[in-house]
C-alpha cells in the first residue's frame, strides 16, 4: 500500500475520532473570568440594555460591548444578547439595531454572539442578526423546560417551540442551548422530566446533534443531577455542556465533566 492511500486511511480515521467530540464552556458576567480546564467557548455579558448594547439598563448602563475588547483567553470569547431582564421586547427592533450588534461583535474581535432570549426577541430579526454574523459563532439560548416540552399545554411553549424551528430552517446558527435550571438547579424530578425529552425534541425538528448544548448552573449542582444531564449529552450524542457561572464550578464537578465528557486539560 502506499504513502498516500496510508494517508487518506489516516484523514479518515481521524475524522471518525473526532466527530464524536463534546465541547464545554459557559457563561460569566465578569470579564476577567478565565475558563476552565478544557473549555474552549465562554460568553460574556449579560448585554441586557438592547438598545445601548451595555450590562445593566438602559437608566443604569454598565460595560459596553461596543467598546470592550473581547477578553483574551485560549478558546473563544463570544457576548451574550439578552438574559434575564433585558429589554426591550421586541428586539433587534430595526436594522440599525442589527447592524450595531454586527459592528460591536467585529470591531471588538469579539468571536461571535450568543442571543440569550428571555424577553420576548423578534424571532425574524434574530435571523437576519445571525445571518448578518458570517465567518462568527453564533448561538441561540432559551428556556428548555416544561413549557418548552409541552407546547399544547402553553402558549409561552408552543411560541418557543415555533421560534426554534423557524430559526433552523432559516439561519445558519451554530448551537441551540437549552437552559436546563432557573435561578439554581431544578428539583432532580424536573431534571429528569425535562432534560433529556427536551434535547429529543430538538432532535425531532431535524436539527443537527452536535449542534444542541445541554446545560448546568453552578448554583445548586450535585453530583446526582449533574450525572443526570451528562447521561443525557452522551445518550443522545449531542454537542456538549456548558455551564452558567462556569467561574464557581468546583475542581470536582469539572472533573465529572472532564472525564465523562473526554474533555482534556487543553484546549480541543
Not at 32 to 60: F, R, W
Not at 65 to 90: H, R
Not at 134 to 149: A, E, L, P, R, V
Amino acid at each position: 500500500m502506499n504513502k498516500f492511500i496510508l494517508f487518506l486511511l489516516f484523514l479518515l480515521n481521524s475524522t471518525s475520532t473526532f466527530a464524536g467530540d463534546y465541547i464545554t464552556g459557559g457563561w460569566s458576567q465578569s470579564l476577567t473570568a478565565i475558563p476552565k480546564p478544557g473549555m474552549t467557548t465562554v460568553m460574556y455579558g449579560m448585554i441586557t440594555n438592547l438598545k445601548g448594547l451595555t450590562v445593566g439598563t438602559a437608566t443604569s448602563p454598565g460595560w459596553s460591548v461596543k467598546t470592550t475588547p473581547a477578553p483574551l483567553i485560549s478558546g473563544s470569547s463570544l457576548w451574550s444578547y439578552g438574559g434575564a431582564g433585558c429589554a426591550p421586547v421586541g428586539m433587534p427592533e430595526t436594522a440599525d439595531d442589527i447592524d450595531n450588534a454586527v459592528s460591536a461583535t467585529n470591531d471588538q474581535c469579539w468571536d461571535g454572539i450568543d442571543i440569550d432570549n428571555e424577553c420576548g426577541m423578534n424571532s425574524d430579526t434574530i435571523i437576519k442578526l445571525i445571518n448578518k454574523m458570517k465567518w462568527k459563532q453564533t448561538s441561540y439560548t432559551f428556556m428548555g423546560g416544561h413549557d418548552f416540552n409541552h407546547p399544547e399545554q402553553s402558549e409561552d411553549g408552543e411560541t418557543a417551540n415555533n421560534e426554534v424551528l423557524k430559526i433552523h430552517k432559516y439561519s445558519k446558527v451554530d448551537r441551540f442551548i437549552l437552559m436546563m435550571y432557573g435561578d439554581e438547579m431544578w428539583p432532580m424530578e424536573d431534571v429528569v422530566a425535562n432534560v433529556g425529552p427536551g434535547m429529543k425534541r430538538l432532535l425531532d425538528m431535524g436539527i443537527d446533534k452536535k449542534k444542541i448544548i445541554a446545560t448546568v448552573t453552578t448554583d445548586g449542582l450535585t453530583v446526582e443531577n449533574l450525572n443526570h444531564v451528562i447521561d443525557q449529552v452522551l445518550k443522545l450524542d449531542v454537542g456538549g455542556l456548558f455551564i452558567w457561572n462556569y467561574e464557581f464550578l468546583s475542581d470536582s464537578h469539572l472533573n465529572i465533566i472532564n472525564t465523562r465528557l473526554s474533555i482534556s486539560n487543553g484546549a480541543k
